[in-house]
């Protein structure tokens, strides 16, 4: 069993919708929790990070974390073309000197 | 800033030979290196951590002789693939992280695709 699950895709949606990327995980060990963009033929770029459970906002970007269920999301409200890309989550269980463990990705297609 | 570059971008080789990977930190000292391996519509797996001046530690499964990895300086590392076959074929991807810096302070350079006939 992979260590980190996510739904490969791919998504298409119209400009405008709302996006909901999910990842499920197993090690109880992590607690940190980031979501990386990846541009076709470009190295992933981090897009936020949360610590334990709850949510953050930026901008049209939420993330959220519910430990007791080893689930995490990444809302994109009002999306855009430009946000076409495949996101990958990516997790760790110590906030420093510790490994990263991503997901498979999943690659998001915003219609005009 | 945060800028990491590598080099080539792409490479074909033939199945024998060796093909090397620089990874250069621009604008940041990268006390740590990480080279991760993508293949198509797979995750990234990271296959190797280097600190500047010793020793690359390698993930199980990675033939250390087969990726040498250097990183000789706060801005260099380099990933040989020796005697590449097929297999090897892949997107490599290489991240720095400064002294210091967080377990998701990691700044990804742009990937090079290395195609081995």
């Known amino acids: 069993q992979k260590e980190v699950e996510q739904d490969p895709g791919p998504l298409s949606v119209p400009e405008g919708a709302i996006v909901s990327l999910n990842c499920t995980y197993s090690?109880?060990?992590?607690?940190?929790f980031m979501w990386y963009r990846q541009y076709s033929r470009k190295g992933p770029e981090l897009l936020m990070y949360t610590y334990s459970s709850g949510n953050k906002e930026d901008g049209r970007f939420t993330a959220q974390v519910d430990k007791s269920s080893k689930y995490i999301s990444l809302f994109i409200r009002d999306s855009q073309p430009s946000d076409s890309a495949t996101y990958l989550c990516?997790?760790?269980?110590?906030?420093?000197?510790?490994?990263?463990?991503f997901g498979e990705g999943t690659q998001l297609t915003v219609n005009p | 800033g945060a800028v990491v570059s590598q080099h080539p971008s792409w490479v074909i080789c033939k199945s024998g030979t060796s093909v090397k990977i620089e990874c250069r930190s621009l604008d940041f000292q990268a006390t740590t290196m990480f080279w991760y391996r993508q293949f198509p519509k797979q995750s990234l797996m990271l296959m190797a951590t280097?600190?500047?001046?010793?020793?690359?530690?390698?993930e199980q499964g990675v033939e250390k002789d087969k990726f040498l990895i250097n990183h000789a300086s706060l801005t260099l590392s380099t990933l040989t693939v020796t005697s590449a076959h097929p297999e090897d074929s892949s997107f490599y991807i290489c991240?720095?992280?400064?002294?210091?810096?967080?377990?998701?302070?990691?700044?990804f350079g742009p990937g090079t695709r290395l195609t081995v006939t």
């Open positions: 090690n109880s060990a992590f607690q940190y």
């Open positions: 990516a997790m760790s269980a110590l906030v420093s000197g510790s490994r990263l463990t």
């Open positions: 280097s600190n500047e001046g010793s020793k690359a530690t390698y």
């Open positions: 991240s720095g992280r400064k002294q210091g810096g967080l377990s998701y302070e990691q700044y």
